[in-house]
């Protein structure tokens, strides 16, 4: 069962798909749908594609490949719509419009510093940041920056912006946003010892953290990294 913003959005999709061979671009399909903001299309087609309606090909910039449509689709009598792998077809065919490039930029929330040494407070502030679309997979997401060189090794530095994939569970291994005692938060590798949680540093200056289990709680994992050069 889909909204009625879900609905909308794939109907439009399907319709540019159709006229061009290509998808439409976040500004277009934020201003088919009278959203506010991008971030609004990017949480609309991350729920499609989570729902099994659309997929992202990857490594190409307005690239939507519509794998189904609801049940209760109408299309025009005039002009029956196109099967789904005709809209794929077309969008890769030769003579279809080339893609323009990817210039789809969201705002996510940028919820303050997070340590990458030891724990410092969570969510000092609360404003946003612009991200490039293709960095971001399905799920909603935010921004932290880092502070701190416990991840060094790991590729994280100081200064660097961890986007930040929100959810309450990961794997032995991952990297996750963890908060401690419901006051700190620090980015480090989850270890699962039991009843013991450890948080590892990917700095061999630094020693592992080892808590209960209960005084941890996940509250993202690591989906990518933004750097900026002076």
């Known amino acids: 069962m889909l909204t009625a913003k879900q609905h909308e959005l794939i109907r439009f999709i399907q319709e ?14 934020k201003d088919a749908l009278d959203l506010k ?14 729902r099994g309606f659309i997929r992202r090909l990857p490594n190409r910039a307005r690239a939507l490949e519509i794998i189904k449509l609801p049940e209760d689709s109408v299309t025009s009598p005039s002009r029956p719509s196109a099967p789904a ?3 794929v077809v077309a ?7 080339a893609p323009e490039p990817a210039n789809d930029i969201i705002e996510v929330p940028l919820h303050g510093r ?12 609360q404003s946003s940041m612009p991200v490039p679309a293709a960095l971001l997979g399905p799920g909603d997401h935010y921004a932290l920056e880092v502070s701190g060189d416990s991840m ?3 590729g994280i530095f100081d200064g660097d912006f961890a986007l930040v994939k929100r959810a309450e569970t990961a794997r032995d291994g991952e990297i996750v946003v963890a908060l401690v005692d419901n006051e700190e938060a620090t980015l480090k590798y989850l270890r699962k010892e039991g009843a013991m949680v450890r948080l590892d540093p990917a700095n061999g ?3 592992p953290q080892v808590y209960e289990a209960g005084r941890v ?11 900026r050069y002076h």
């Open 217 to 227: 709680k996940v509250q993202g994992k690591l989906a990518g990294l933004l750097r």
């Open 91 to 97: 969008a890769h065919s030769a003579k279809a419009v």
């Open 16 to 29: 540019r798909l159709e006229e061009t061979g290509i998808s439409p671009s976040f500004e277009e399909m």
């Open 37 to 50: 903001s991008k971030s609004g299309v990017h949480r609309l087609i991350s729920a499609l594609e989570e």
């Open 114 to 125: 997070i340590a990458a040494g030891a724990p410092i407070e969570a969510i000092e502030g």
């Open 152 to 154: 060094i090794e790991a």
């Open 205 to 207: 200056a630094y020693e």
């Open 85 to 87: 792998n005709d809209a």
